[in-house]
């Protein structure tokens, strides 16, 4: 039998497929791209397939993987798969994958550049010389960034490739992440302490955590409002890690210096959205994991997840290894 690789929503960024087009060939399957608008669609069309793609729409729901029973993989398109209902998945039996090591340098080089950027006050003293002027570098404080503290929220392979950025800058660096060893933070440079002591007593925060039920609205009201009034809060994760509206009631009344945001609640960010006319914010389309580079490891990630799956009916991104003794049996031999 020939294992169908079945691409929920095509993204024309991500054309031509060639790469992984020839992974899962070579591997003995075959790659089927479409671009489903409904649920409904992706049942009608899926046919028998047992791996699938998802870029962006939230299609894989616990009703299509209950209609389609030969689904037995579901992968995102990069690192966060909050796109994949994981706990439905895992009760039906489905592992679900992403491509974990795609844009690791590159979230990290943006979330440094968003810091630099806001700490330096580098877009809004360009945007006073656009406008003819001569912005005076005094008219708000710009501090030395080198001694100051960065506290990185998630210390993962981002968070940690950022911290390594961050002591290359003679920053301070503190951690927080609840599932990482003391000593493996220490090893690499950065001083591990608590969710509040990161809070509280950062300069510069940056989060890099995945987007899941623990991790929804965990930068909340009450958290923000431990920040320093000097701080800036930088994201590059997730937008419903922050509780928004709280963040924009922070920035309106400054009481942090600023943000800088590449994430939001919403995506792509309504045009009506106050963050568009708050003027101590820096903002970015969802694009810190993009690059030539990054792209290019990006569908060598896919190709040899689905590549793994088909030679060995496992692969080492699945991300809910727990489900592996009672994966859904393939229908067909």
């Known amino acids: 039998m020939t294992i169908t690789v079945y691409h929920v929503d095509r993204g024309d960024e991500l054309e031509p497929y060639d790469v992984e087009r020839g992974m899962i060939e070579a591997a003995g399957g075959r790659l089927v791209i479409d671009n489903c608008t409904s649920e409904d669609e992706v049942i009608a069309r899926a046919g028998d397939a047992e791996i699938f793609w998802v870029s962006w729409d939230p299609w894989m729901s616990r009703r299509v993987m209950e209609a389609l029973p030969n689904c037995r993989l579901v992968v995102r398109w990069g690192v966060g798969y909050d796109q994949i209902p994981v706990r439905d998945a895992t009760e039906l039996g489905i592992a679900v994958g992403n491509a974990p090591a795609y844009g690791t340098d590159d979230v990290a080089e943006h979330a440094i550049s968003l810091l630099v950027g806001a700490a330096r006050r580098v877009p809004w003293l360009h945007a006073g010389m656009v406008a003819g002027g001569w912005p005076s570098g005094a008219e708000r404080p ?36 609840k599932y990482r060893p003391a000593d493996e933070l220490r090893a690499m440079g950065v001083e591990p302490v608590g969710f509040d002591e990161v809070m509280s007593q950062s300069d510069y925060v940056s989060l890099h955590v995945p987007l899941n039920d623990e991790t929804r609205g965990m930068i909340s009201a009450a958290r923000l409002a431990q920040l320093r009034p000097e701080a800036i809060l930088v994201n590059t994760s ?9 963040l924009i009631e922070l920035l309106r009344a400054r009481r942090i210096a600023s943000a800088a ?10 045009a009506n959205s106050p963050l568009r006319s708050l003027d101590n914010v820096i903002l970015t389309p969802h694009s810190a994991g993009y690059s030539v580079e990054a792209m290019a490891d990006l569908r060598v990630d896919m190709g040899n997840t689905a590549a793994e799956w088909i030679r060995d009916g496992w692969s080492a991104r699945v991300v809910n290894p727990e489900v592996r003794p009672r994966l859904r049996p393939r229908l067909h031999s």
């Open 238 to 246: 997730r937008g419903p890690v922050i509780e928004e509206p709280a």
């Open 261 to 270: 945001l590449d994430v939001y609640a919403t995506e792509p960010l309504p």
């Open 142 to 177: 710009i501090h030395r960034m080198k001694g100051r503290t960065l506290g990185i929220v998630g210390v993962g392979r981002i968070g940690s490739s950022a911290a390594r950025r961050g002591l290359g800058l003679g920053l301070r660096v503190i951690g927080y992440d």
